[in-house]
């Protein structure tokens, strides 16, 4: 919490003071600020100064709590976007306060950008779905680039659905004005409703054409008895020379012609020029002219609403940048049931991200519009199709058409994008569409499902729906909720394997050893449940975490350990890619007392190939500060000499595989062997994995290897046995 009271903070905006009209004309985003720290709202104001999104700046407002926020909420109704920190007066104040937005003050146009300092506090995806929670993401990530980017999408989300909104509203109006005609129906069928209405006020037939311009040339709107075949075409199409020259001429002095027929002409500055005839001629004496400007007010009035009724569906069920139909129109479709629907496709552009980030946006933008023009191209009719999200697209149509080999054949010739041609691939998930027990919703997300499962395991294939597929996806988020509690209530614990020295058998490290046991508890094993951890952004503050704790364990063996004893740290590519990691492992070394000569961090060999350039500093920062850094699991992977030569280095750690795996030798002409060998050359250390007998700790002696762990020595322990080990040793 601040220690200044929220009182004494004013909005800010930041204004171009030099001209007060100009000042006064603008329009802004509103943007509240949610944080109890000052200095976070000082450093957001800093990073979004001068930012503008659809032309226009940004005006700020702060609370430092979330019954503040929650006040100003009630009193400012148009906020856009809430910057909201998830933990102030209480752990879940921010929660709290996205459930009053969402469910007390019925707020469901606001932007939400959840930012915590405190990872794990908030379950991001199940908060997300809950919730209609635009972002969230931990402070530390939302750099000034991923501040504007996350601000400007939400800003956008909220414009949109802000018109949204105004548009319902509007067609509420409209529907509570009923009146004969029915605009809803859309502009062709409104059309034929007013020749048919204009035709009854006449007591003649119905007969007749409305006419709009589509640049310089008159198309047929509409039309209706004798004429209703000419719908959609050009007015030149029409044989009648008596017809074209009224319509013609109505449009060209822009007026009522009265002799050859009754030609009303309708325009404002919203619409274009249109002619209305009905084939009947009357004396001119007969007809009262402000009758007929009043009704061609009317029907002008009828065609907006119309317009509107189009757009507004165009809106809720068309993709804007494709024109074809968005996902809410694909559900639709599938509760259809069409007896020809019998495959669902979802189709996934591999590396679609890549392309907006490295080419941009617009370049991504004619991407799609060149794959939605291909998949129109490849599938007839009967095939429905639509854009289900950024880069996915969904299919519903016939097995004959929807199948694998179909999807392959869009994708084989490369696209011509501008003048460029461009390979792409995708991937994709079949299901087949079941009976009508299931709703379209729950379909979609068991294609949707399928479709993750295809991305991490089969990218740029087609795979079919399987119902284990669903299964694994809630296990994985059961899991992933049940380490986020486990986290926040202390349940994870580590333990130490011990690491001596093959000759004289004394404890020279211990290697921290990170461990789960649920609530039955049952061991989760560490792959099941540290690749969770990554993926959802927890092991970071998790292996901050492990840091801490083992620092602290080493400080407490001071009296009983020897001074070259070190402590070993497993750290994951997830944590070692932050920009902070270099400074957040020298803060936690500096609180809790150690010295960085006694501390060994632990890369695996993905760690150090991935963007090398990119962490080569972080390296350099680490071992200059005096910290030794370990390859794991040495072999395993895909390291070059050249690699290696570049890397900070201390030690290379045989991976247990070639000292005591199925196969392996233990000799001149194994793995082991050939890595002591490399280690030599290049002067780094060695500690050898998985040692289990002592034929395998004497052939890795005489092989060169200095150090070894494994369960000849000792299984992994808590802290109390391990430190019996080390009293025992003295």
Sequence with gaps: MSDASPSDHDPLTFLDESDPEKQASLSYWSVLIADDEPDVHQVTLLALKDMEVEGRRLKFFHAYSGEEARTLLMQEKDIAVILLDVVMETEDAGLRLVHAIRKELKNTCLRIILRTGQPGYAPEIDTILRYDINDYKTKAELTRTRLFTSMTSAIRAFHQIQQLEISRHCLGMILDATT????????????????????????????????????????????????????????????????????????????????????????????????????????????????????????????????????????????????????????????????????????????????????????????????????????????????????????????????????????????????????????????????????????????????????????????????????????????????????????????????????????????????????????????????????????????????????????????????????????SQTQFREPDFAPKLFQAMEDCGVEPSRVEIELTESVAIDSLERIKPTLGAVCQAGVSIAMDDFGTGYSSLSVLHQLHINRLKIDRAFVSGPGCRLDSQGIAATVLQLAEKLSLQTIGEGIEEESQRKALLEMGCTEGQGYLFSRPVAAEAFEKLLKKQM
Aim: hydrophobic content about 45%; aromatic content about 8%; overall charge neutral.
């Design 180 to 571: 004969r005609w029915e605009p809803a129906q859309g502009l062709t069928h409104f059309a034929q409703d007013v020749i048919t209405e204009i035709c009854a006020m006449l007591s003649i037939p119905v007969s007749g054409l409305v006419c709009t311009m589509e640049g310089e040339t008159p198309v047929i709107l509409a039309g209706a008895g004798p004429h209703a075949a000419f719908t959609g075409k050009k007015l030149s199409h029409i044989d009648d020379r008596r017809i074209r020259d009224s319509i013609e001429e109505t449009l060209r002095l822009r007026q009522h012609q009265l002799t050859n027929g009754l030609c009303l002409y309708l325009h404002d500055p919203q619409t274009r020029a249109m002619a209305v005839f009905v084939d009947k001629t009357l004396p001119t004496e007969k007809l009262q002219l402000q009758l007929i400007d009043i009704l061609c007010q009317h029907i002008l009035t009828g065609f907006e609403k119309a317009r509107l009724y189009q757009k507004i569906r165009q809106t809720a069920f068309e993709d804007p940048l494709l024109g074809i139909p968005n996902r809410a129109r694909f559900l639709m479709e599938i509760d259809k049931g069409h007896t020809e629907s019998g495959m669902l496709a979802l189709l996934d552009i591999d590396g679609f991200a890549d392309i907006n980030s490295i080419l941009d946006q617009n370049f991504g933008d004619t991407v799609l519009q060149a794959v939605s023009q291909r998949l129109k191209k490849n599938f007839s009719e009967k095939v429905f199709i639509a854009r289900i999200s950024s880069d996915v697209f969904g299919l519903l149509g016939p097995e004959k058409e929807v199948h694998s080999d179909r999807i392959r054949e869009v994708f084989l010739p490369p696209f011509l994008i501008g003048e460029e041609s461009l390979r792409l691939s995708a991937t994709s998930s079949l299901i087949p569409l079941p009976d009508n027990s299931l709703s379209a919703a729950t379909i979609l997300k068991n294609a949707g499902v399928s479709l993750k499962q295809a991305k991490r395991f089969n990218r740029g294939k087609v795979v079919f729906y399987d119902p284990k597929h669903v299964t694994a996806a809630r296990d994985r988020m059961q899991m992933l909720s049940q380490l986020r509690q486990a986290f926040t209530s202390e349940r994870l614990f580590l333990m130490y394997q011990p690491i001596v020295n093959l000759k004289t058998g004394r404890i020279t490290a211990a290697e921290a050893l990170l461990r789960w046991r649920n609530d039955n508890g049952d061991f989760i094993p560490p792959d099941r449940f540290i690749p969770l951890a990554e993926q959802s952004g927890l092991m970071v503050a998790i292996g901050e975490w492990v840091m801490r704790t083992a620092f602290r364990f080493l400080k407490s063996l001071s009296a009983i350990a020897s001074q070259d004893f070190r402590i070993a740290i497993n750290v």
